[in-house]
């Protein structure tokens, strides 16, 4: 076993190479994801702004956003000087790791438990190199807390002083609450450290009032922003609690989340990465915790990181287990824990520790080399993408100042033109997610933007185009349509609405019918059964809802605007059924309930020719006649 200073040299050099191949090999994307974190680093560095958190949301804090400003401040802002900044908090998390396994199970363990983290699985480089503005920081603060417990709990029980550390402590896990407040997995692990450990020591006023009052310093920022906005990222419906059944999501996250983290399956694609690899993860998983038990007393907190961690990501309803980023703090658990694994087989069976790594870096590799290749890809659909190479883009816009664009070119584009493109989100669903408002509002003021689409979007925008013969001018490349040269007044239609209007005809939406009550009392309301078929070729805008009219026999509106019933946009062909609440607010009287779909912002369906369904509705007390 060599010098630890050896050790973690070939710990880095390892995470270096494995993340160079798969940067090299496109693996790993920059994408509009990582490119408004840049925009943000730019900001800070060049305008001294200073966001609490990351632009669009009201969590995820910015440390790693600051972090990236200092490196831009010396290599400039590039995709490589990004790549760079995060591939040193990967290196530190992998480091982190070896740390933590030397500490439970000795030096073995350690270098084993590094070998796992350098050598893959892909998910961890995905994530890691991409980050998002918050993932490799919030498990490089989390891995050091993890690591401080260990220390604490060693001092406190030899009868040392901890105070110096239990306030460090305290910091770091302040840090990751503001980072993001899924690191309150942490609260768990602490308990048990101190129920396992001396926990009257642990329990000491001195140092529960250093933790937290060091833990407060840390998040200073959390507390600062949210004391001043009502606790707005605890009400963030990004961190609401999940609805629906538990047992769908027990099964997402062994089928999925869990293979994915440890190499069975592709992000992307969700297909296994070889024959029987997903039983083989749950092997290794049933493995882990096996081993976890029968060494508990060194094993408590890993333990409690690797149930903590899904069990939180359970019950938040953005969880998404094809995408388990929620679940990327359990590498805290499982590589130590198969480094303690395989470093005890070592000592009693040598064949078994070889089979066990065998089948470790089975799944590592493997996952590395079936990962797709996402550089300069767009995807349309699950399985339909688009190749398209950013860098040609930005030379494509030459001369362009503004544009409307999906999300995913949007913000990449900004950065890689250096802002002399400014380009904001645009389109239906998360394609038009804005994030970036002065970027947005410079688009929104611009008197001739472009508009550069791709896939369903393009084809909407194009039908629109036609189907009212407004002039414009197209030119095609890198799988995407810039259209430029539109009149003032149709810009004027589409930013009202910051959409692509429906173009529809007679025919494009059949109505089934309306069912519900055909009375009903002064300012009553009732729930009336609404069916409607989409005939377009193309799914339904999400800009679209359901609503309706209140009108006198004679035709005029004697309530024009009803409130708004949410449809899920329906594909060509389907059949949409919902219900919609109607206020009858309304003095006694006849009149037509008239139902129809209103592009927000653009038009109802009835002015484009479609006709809407009517029930004539008496309204009328208890006491009047029919």
């Known amino acids: 076993m060599g010098s630890p200073r050896s050790i973690a040299a070939l710990l880095v050099l390892l995470t270096a190479a494995t993340a160079a191949w798969l940067v090299t090999a496109g693996r790993i994307p920059f994408s509009s994801d990582q490119s408004i974190i840049s925009l943000m680093a730019l900001d800070i560095l060049q305008k001294g702004v200073h966001p609490v958190f990351c632009y669009g949301a009201q969590y995820g804090g910015t440390l790693e956003p600051h972090y990236l400003a200092a490196v831009f401040s010396i290599l400039g802002p590039s995709p490589l000087a990004f790549r760079l900044a995060m591939g040193v908090l990967v290196v530190g998390i992998v480091l982190t790791v070896w740390a933590v396994a030397r500490s439970c199970y000795g030096e073995r363990a350690g270098l084993l438990a590094g070998l796992y983290l350098a050598l893959g699985p892909s998910f961890f480089f995905y994530k890691g190199l991409t980050s998002d503005g918050a993932y490799a920081s919030l498990v490089l603060a989390c891995g050091l807390g993890l690591w401080l417990l260990l220390i604490i709990g060693r001092r406190l029980a030899a009868g040392s002083d901890a105070i110096l550390h239990l306030a460090v402590l305290g910091f770091t896990l302040g840090l990751a609450w503001w980072i993001l407040p899924i690191s309150a997995f942490m609260a768990a692990v602490c308990a048990v450290a101190v129920a396992v450990g001396a926990t009257r020591a642990w329990l000491a006023p001195r140092g529960v009032a250093a933790f937290f009052g060091a833990f407060l310093i840390g998040g200073l920022p959390w507390w600062w922003y949210n004391l001043q906005n009502g606790w707005a990222s605890l009400k963030a419906p990004e961190l609401a609690a999940a609805s629906g059944g538990l047992a769908p999501r027990l099964a997402s996250l062994f089928h999925d989340g869990w293979t994915i983290l440890l190499g069975a399956s592709s992000v992307i694609t969700g297909e296994a990465t070889f024959s029987g690899s997903r039983f083989l993860a749950w092997a290794v998983l049933a493995a882990l915790i096996g081993f976890g038990l029968v060494s508990l007393r060194r094993s408590a907190i890993l333990l409690a990181v690797l149930v903590a961690v899904p069990c939180l990501a359970l019950f938040v309803a953005r969880t998404n287990f094809g995408e388990p980023r929620y679940l990327l703090p359990a590498y805290l658990a499982i590589a130590p824990l198969a480094g303690g694994l395989i470093s005890a087989l070592w000592e009693r069976w040598s064949g078994a520790a070889v089979l ?55 913000y990449r584009t900004t950065f890689l033109s250096g802002a002399k493109v400014i380009a904001t989100p645009f389109g239906s669903g998360s394609q038009g997610l804005v994030r970036h408002l002065e970027h947005h509002a410079f688009v929104d003021r611009h008197p001739a933007p472009a508009f550069l689409l791709y896939g369903w979007d393009r084809e909407r925008f194009e039908s629109y185009l036609s189907r009212f013969a407004i002039p414009h001018r197209r030119e095609s490349f890198e799988g995407l349509t810039l259209f430029t040269g539109l009149p003032a007044k149709e810009v004027a239609t589409i930013r009202a609405c910051n959409c692509i209007p429906e173009s529809l005809k007679a025919g494009d939406i059949e109505w089934l019918g309306v069912e519900g009550p055909r009375r009903l009392p002064p300012g009553g309301e009732a729930l009336y059964r609404v069916a409607f078929r989409n005939r377009l070729p193309r799914r339904l805008s999400p800009n679209v809802n359901l609503s309706y009219h209140w009108r006198r026999p004679d035709g005029t509106n004697a309530v024009h605007d009803g409130p708004r019933t949410v449809i899920s946009p329906p594909a060509s062909g389907a059949v949409v059924e919902v219900e919609a609440r109607v206020l009858a607010n309304l003095p006694p009287g006849e009149y037509d309930l008239v139902f129809d779909l209103v592009d927000e912002g653009v038009s109802w369906f009835e002015w484009l020719g479609i006709s809407p369904p009517r029930r004539r509705i008496l309204i009328a007390g208890p006491g009047a006649n029919p």
Do not use: H
């Open 356 to 410: 066990a790594s065998a089948l470790l870096l089975t799944l590592n590799l493997g996952s590395q080399i079936e990962s797709p290749r996402l550089e300069n890809r767009l995807r349309v659909t699950k399985t339909a993408s688009v190749d398209s190479d950013p860098r040609e883009v930005v030379r494509r816009l030459e001369g362009t100042e503004a544009v409307y664009a999906s999300y995913w070119v949007a």
